[in-house]
């Protein structure tokens, strides 16, 4: 089974940047992506990336956001830009659809 943990979380101010990491132990999924759940909402996908490559984004992250992997390292990244309040959220990494859960990495963004 698959364990995912995410870091590198924290509190930036708006326009600012951040990138969050997930080490997978064991095999990595073909598919990885990140997700995000904010206070009092339902846990949103945001973004993924195949073992070939493709990526896709959620739209209201495109042109900011970039997910990368590191298969070597058993690694995968979100880089986020020009942060927004709105990004404010817990973000996980996992399969499409989703296995199990790790802790995820809280992101704050101020205004």
């Known amino acids: 089974q698959v364990q995912l943990v995410e870091s590198g979380g924290g509190l930036v101010q708006a326009g600012g940047s951040l990138r969050v990491s997930c080490a997978a132990s064991?095999?990595?999924?073909?598919?990885m992506a990140w997700y995000r759940q904010a206070p009092g909402k339902q846990r949103e996908l945001v973004a993924s990336?195949?073992?070939?490559?493709?990526?896709n984004y959620a739209d209201y992250v495109k042109d900011r956001f970039t997910i990368s992997r590191d298969n070597r390292k058993k690694m995968v990244y979100l880089q986020m830009n020009s942060l927004k309040p709105e990004d404010t959220a817990v973000y996980y990494c996992?399969?499409?659809?989703?296995?199990?859960w790790g802790q995820g990495t809280q992101v704050t963004v101020s205004s």
């Open positions: 064991g095999s990595m999924f073909n598919v």
């Open positions: 990336m195949s073992t070939l490559g493709t990526t």
């Open positions: 996992n399969d499409i659809p989703p296995s199990s």
